[in-house]
């Protein structure tokens, strides 16, 4: 849990999507489905599995348009939709319990012109002359839990869960020691808390744990809802939980107000959040309290993650009551991502193997969480428009999931005159040629298969560790040796003389002729990694080594006629009908047939061995987690990964070496790599490692 189950209300700007749905028109009731599939499996990562796959924000924006859709057509908000209920299930191990009073989630904001709406509503919706009183207090990051004392004894306690049962943990919960298991009050009294891990206490945990070989944790927040739901109280009692109560939902009789009502709880012995409360009249009152809690977080003990705003009176929060969803008297405003502020030097645009032309912004290089940025990609040309970004201008950026540069935004107020736009181009930036767009795709390419841009990724990716393996030959040499059109195919570099290269910059004779005799040498790699060099569409290691067995050799495979490839690759594990069609269009290409053609002329790949031997696994034991969105799909890059040896695991566990970490990352799976020691490594590098191994 984030916090007091702020889990739910939604907001944002459109953002990504998960579990691969693709997002086109579609009919609304269709589209309404699919959200809520979407969500429903979100859900299910976050709350019951502890792993999701995106951040809060992209969670929000995805709810909000599903309540954007309901509130469009009222009669798709069946009780099933998510946005009917509060969302996950509890866990099978621990026994479920239903709650005292259902926990609810909050509404909730990252701007202050949200909260200065949640005011006005307040206002209008009050008797008139009543003027509301505010609370702000932190909204604490760890696992929220429902406590019952009853005639002065703690008698229940309960995990979220999925705000209607949760799991029965009041053995645990009696093993915090702040927690009084007997208060000096007769009535029933529910409340909420949080449970956490103060900071310094992670850290003597963590140290202890390093000590005895056990992995640490990754974070307060996951440290203390995994000690939670623990079995053995024992353990549990170790841990240093704290709870720290945030509300209470039946208790009338202890005050007229929420902080008087925390106030009497501190007095009774119990850890609240009232010494950190601010009582506010005005809604400049609020603001001002959300920034001087801002600017006091990292000196208080434990995470939060923003803030609470609530109408303190409780006969207040009578009259203004629920929505379906959230309580309408209170707001959760949550804290942005850190941002750092830069310029964009220039807008580049690079080529990829596929003729993909993706716009990068090369920026004044800046410090920001922990690294220094120097480029963003900007994606395609949607994106550039959708935040009119030009060469010059001062833009925010911010870490996706923390870790992958984005420019969040233009800072129009200080844009020096009037620069340009930035356009794609009609023709591309390497070669000249009118670009196309794939039906269905946002993204530009370069058709010109003969194009520069296209033959250095080409050449770069056929050499990589996992395909062809040529030593020696790297970004530099590689982009001379097309520049100067000594290659335009890959068949070329088996061409090249040592005399050839010594002419180039930097290359004495005695570095031309290794080159040279890693490029020979290559020649009796096996099949399979020959076809995985020539980056065949769909077809990654996996599929190259089952194309390879099924056709034997290049020439064999050279002589399938269409009706062939059909025939023998459509039983076989794997291969879909798009993947059959690919293989099926790469051989119909004469420019691909005189490739392959001239690659046999030249001895490469005879054929003797059809798959690929262990031996020269750059990976071998080596295990990696892929998450986020990567530029090619998910399967084929684990089909990279286990083609150079490496293992491929589903999540970050202990002995997980690399995370690699695309766009749109969950915090968690990152916080789960820092904890266990992981290295988290972004795609590029993952590249360098398939070529050139660790
Ligand atoms: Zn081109």
Known sequence: MTGPCQ??????????????????????????????????????????????????????????????????????????????RVGGAPRA?????????????????????????????????????????????????????????????????????????????????????SLPLTIDFVGPITLRAEVVIFRSDLRAINAE?????EPPFANPRNAASGSLRMLDPRVVARRRLRAIVWAVVEGEALAATHSA??????????????????????????????????????????????????????????????????????????????RAMTRVRDIVLQVGRTGTLTPVAELEPIALAGTTVARASLHNGDVIRELDVRVGDRVGIEKAG?????????????????????????????????????????????????????????????????????????????????????????ADLYDLAPATIAGLSRMGSRSAENVVSAIASSRDRPFDRLLTGLGIDLVGP????QLAEAAGSLSSLLAWTPAEVEKRLSGVAGFGPKMIESVRAFLADPRERALLQKLVDRGVSRGLEATSEPAA?????????????????????????????????????????????????????????????????DEVELERLLRDGP
């Open 93 to 177: 191990d621990l026994r479920t319990v239903e709650h005292a009073v259902p926990m609810l989630s909050l509404d909730n904001t990252y701007s202050s012109a949200d909260l200065a709406e949640f005011g006005r509503r307040v206002r209008d919706r009050l008797p008139k002359g009543t003027e509301p009183t505010f609370s702000v207090e932190p909204k604490l990051d760890g696992a929220s839990v429902e406590i019952l004392y009853r005639d002065g004894r703690l008698i229940g306690g309960s995990t979220r869960g999925d705000g209607i049962r949760g799991e029965e943990i009041l053995e645990n919960l009696r093993t915090i020691r």
């Open 402 to 490: 923390e870790i992958i540069p984005q420019v969040v935004l233009v800072d129009l107020a200080v844009r020096d005159g009037d620069p340009p736009p930035f356009v794609m181009p009609n023709r591309c930036p390497v070669c000249g040629t009118p670009v196309e767009r794939r039906s269905g795709q946002v993204a530009l390419r370069c058709p010109n298969a003969a194009c520069p841009g296209v033959v250095k990724a080409s050449v770069w990716h056929f050499a990589r560790r996992f395909a062809m393996d040529i030593d020696h030959l790297g970004e530099v040499l590689i982009t001379e040796l097309v520049e100067r059109g000594l290659v335009r195919d890959v």
């Open 209 to 213: 744990r390093t000590a005895a070989g």
């Open 7 to 84: 889990r739910d209300g939604r907001i944002g700007s459109p953002a990504g999507l998960g579990f691969g749905e693709t997002r086109k028109p579609m009919p609304h009731r269709d589209h309404h489905a699919a959200l809520v599939r979407e969500i429903r499996a979100h859900d299910h990562r976050y709350y019951v599995l502890d792993d999701p796959l995106i951040d809060d924000r992209a969670y929000d924006a995805l709810y909000a348009e599903l309540r954007a859709l309901e509130a469009a057509y009222p009669d798709l908000a069946t009780p099933d939709s998510p946005t009917q």
């Open 617 to 681: 696994e750059p990976l071998r034991g080596i295990s990696f987690c892929v998450t986020g969105e990567l530029s090619r799909t998910r399967e084929t890059v684990h089909g990279d990964i286990v083609a150079a040896g490496g293992i491929v695991h589903d999540s970050v566990k202990k002995g997980t070496t690399f995370l690699v970490a695309g766009e749109k990352v969950g915090r968690s799976k990152l916080e789960a790599a820092r904890g266990r020691g992981t290295k988290i490594i």
């Open 542 to 545: 996996v599929a190259a080594r």
């Open 261 to 338: 009502a925390l106030r009497r709880l501190h007095e009774l012995g119990l850890p609240t959040t009232w010494p950190e409360l601010r009582i506010c009249h005005s809604l400049s009152e609020v603001d001002s309290a959300i920034a001087d809690l801002a600017d006091r977080r990292d000196g208080l003990p434990f995470d939060i993650d923003g803030c609470v705003v609530k109408v303190d009176r409780f006969s207040d929060q009578m009259s203004l009551g629920f929505t379906a969803k959230f309580p309408r008297w209170a707001i959760a405003y949550k804290y942005r991502a850190e």
